[in-house]
T-cell receptor, first 116, second 111 residues
Framework: NAGVMQNPRHLVRRRGQEARLRCSPM?????VYWYRQLPEEGLKFMVY????????ESGMPKERFSAEFPKEGPSILRIQQVVRGDSAAYFC??????????????FGPGTRLTVL | RKEVEQDPGPFNVPEGATVAFNCTYS??????FFWYRQDCRKEPKLLMS???SGNEDGRFTAQLNRASQYISLLIRDSKLSDSATYLC????????????FGKGTLLTVNP
């Protein structure tokens, strides 16, 4: 399967624990984006990364959230000291080298985080 | 005003019906426009990009009116498999990567 891969698909954490979400982009894609979908809400942009670089993290909460896309391995979204409000579906998307204004992004199956 | 606003729905239509979705966006600097579909508890899947000249893909036709900041999606001869939530998506303006999603319109096609 050459699509965007995310794991785990479901993650349960207790308040105060850490959550680590992983994303492997489609083959040939070098741009990764993270979005969050709260219940009954639309997807919200969180962060845009290229290999070893954070390009835009304007949608990330200022505290407890971080993201990386190392030279080797998947992109990681890390949430420290989770709270109940972090419960959501977290989707990763990837795109190839951007040309022009149309940047078609392809989404992974998501990680559903539940904080108890 | 919301950045991307869609008909809240839900839409319930019989098989074979034609159904139209409307969407408006607030950022006049937006450069690219898309329709995605999302099945229940699944990821969004790109249905089609929407170009200024309008475009068609089989039973699906998308239109863009930049002056009115309005996007539409028409589905002809609807199938049971078209049942999903349809998401209007606009790039954030000032970038070509920050997608802004509408909350979606739920479509149910009935036999």
């Amino acid at each position: 399967n050459a699509g965007v891969m995310q794991n785990p698909r479901h993650l349960v954490r207790r308040r105060g624990q850490e959550a680590r979400l992983r994303c492997s982009p489609m083959k040939g894609h070098s741009h990764v984006y993270w979005y969050r979908q709260l219940p009954e809400e639309g997807l919200k942009f969180m962060v845009y990364l290229q290999k070893e670089n954070i390009i835009d993290e304007s949608g990330m909460p200022k505290e407890r959230f971080s993201a990386e896309f190392p030279k080797e391995g998947p992109s990681i979204l890390r949430i420290q000291q989770v709270v109940r409000g972090d419960s959501a579906a977290y989707f990763c998307a990837s795109s190839p080298l951007q040309r022009g204004s149309y940047n078609e992004q392809f989404f992974g199956p998501g990680t559903r985080l539940t904080v108890l | 005003r919301k950045e991307v606003e869609q008909d809240p729905g839900p839409f319930n239509v019989p098989e074979g019906a034609t159904v139209a979705f409307n969407c408006t966006y607030s950022n006049s600097a937006s450069q690219s426009f898309f329709w995605y579909r999302q099945d229940c508890r699944k990821e969004p899947k790109l249905l089609m990009s929407v170009y200024s000249s309008g475009n068609e893909d089989g039973r699906f036709t998308a239109q863009l009116n930049r002056a009115s900041q309005y996007i539409s999606l028409l589905i002809r001869d609807s199938k049971l498999s078209d049942s999903a939530t349809y998401l209007c998506v606009v790039n954030g303006g000032g970038s070509n990567y920050k997608l802004t999603f509408g909350k979606g319109t739920l479509l149910t096609v009935n036999p």
